[in-house]
């Protein structure tokens, strides 16, 4: 199996071994791209389900090697220390596979105690404490509403809490993906990072007389709910829209899926956005979608920008699409903002930028217009 070795630089950053939406990727090519003396390598494990979105990576190990191979994992071991100086570790995972008898917590503390500085990184449902978030968000999947399965709700709580102790044990740096997340303690919002260019498009949406929506219920009953199909199809049958629904797509057809869109729905369950709704901005399509306010003044506070995304619950869906249908200039302005705000917030700068503390090199200058600076 092939091992991750370290790039050329000074600095030298191992990212690994989640790459959830393909962002172990981005944020090391963030990283080199805008920070100067920086070489970055990404590692994640793969499996069939991750196989098939095909998301970028520098080195791509199966699960059962991950787990089980000892000869990869004291070779990536080796390579790790002897090579890099820097580890961003994703979702509490193991560093280098699993070692009987030893906890991802006791390989970050090895690895700090080895000479090397390491930050945690965290994505969503890793660190999200369920009976937390039902507290914070009135349509929480794990609330009373939710349709979130209550076993695998206690599963997910037993781990967050666990995983939080890697956090309070430790004075590491700790970086978050979204800004719903800022409540883990010492958090710092790591952007997402998106190829604006890739999904650029003239298209302007809402010209066409029965418009498109797509909905991605990439977790349906973590960021979805059923009520949300039922009323775009009901929308359908009016003839007042055509309904796409996506899901299972790799990253190059979701790409086509959103040119070819008007609106393009995302989560509402969880009071945040991530990827999908900043892929979508990106292509300049009408992103629908429920954010905390809490999450919104955050966003406003540390860039300078309002977030594009038109607010709905997912009980008013089917109203919304109705009312941007019938006043498509507001809409259109919205989806306007979606491309300058991505290249402002999640272009890679900003991502460069939140992480030049931690690797100790300077920060990129922002130009004019890059918003305010995380």
Not at 101 to 123: F, N
Not at 221 to 247: A, C
Request: proline content about 6%; overall charge negative.
């Amino acid at each position: 199996m092939v091992v991750a070795h370290a790039p050329a630089g000074l600095v030298r950053l191992f990212v690994g071994p989640v790459n959830s939406a393909g962002q172990g990727y981005r944020w090391a090519r963030a990283a080199e791209d805008h920070l100067s003396g920086v070489g970055a390598v990404n590692l994640m494990t793969t499996n069939a389900q991750t196989a098939r979105f095909g998301f970028p990576t520098n080195v791509g190990i199966p699960e059962s090697g991950y787990v089980f191979a000892h000869g990869w994992q004291r070779r990536q071991h080796a390579a790790i220390v002897e090579g890099f100086t820097h580890v961003l570790l994703e979702s509490g995972r193991y560093l280098y596979g699993s070692i009987p008898g030893r906890s991802p917590l006791d390989i970050v503390k090895s690895t700090v105690a080895e000479g090397l500085s390491v930050a945690l990184l965290w994505h969503g449902t890793d660190i999200r404490i369920p009976s937390e978030h039902a507290r914070w968000e009135i349509d929480s999947p794990f609330g009373e509403n939710g349709q979130y399965p209550r076993d695998s709700t206690k599963i997910l709580e037993t781990n967050a809490r666990e995983r939080l102790r890697t956090i309070t044990e430790t004075e590491l740096p700790v970086f978050v993906s979204t800004p719903g997340l800022l409540s883990v303690p010492r958090a710092q919002w790591l952007p997402v990072v998106v190829d604006a260019d890739a999904w650029q498009t003239d298209e302007v949406p809402l010209r066409s007389e029965r418009p498109v929506v797509a909905y991605v219920p990439s977790n349906s009953p973590m960021k979805g709910d059923r009520s949300v199909d039922q009323q775009l199809e009901d929308l359908q049958s009016e003839g007042l829209i055509t309904y796409r629904r996506l899901e299972g797509l790799a990253s190059s057809q979701m790409l086509e899926a959103y040119k070819h869109a008007d609106i393009v729905l995302d989560q509402f369950r969880l009071g945040d956005y991530g990827v999908a709704a900043c892929e979508a901005m990106a292509a300049g399509r009408v992103v629908v979608g429920h954010v905390h306010d809490e999450v919104r003044e955050r966003v406003r506070t540390l860039t300078g920008r309002e977030l594009p995304v038109v607010e709905s619950r997912y009980g008013g869906v089917g109203d919304t699409i109705r009312r941007l249908i019938a006043e498509p200039s507001g809409a259109q302005r919205k989806a306007a903002e979606g491309p300058q705000f991505v290249r402002s917030v999640h272009d890679g700068t900003a991502s460069a930028r939140a992480l030049a503390g931690f690797l100790g090199v300077p920060a990129p200058i922002s130009g004019s217009d890059k918003g305010a600076p995380l």
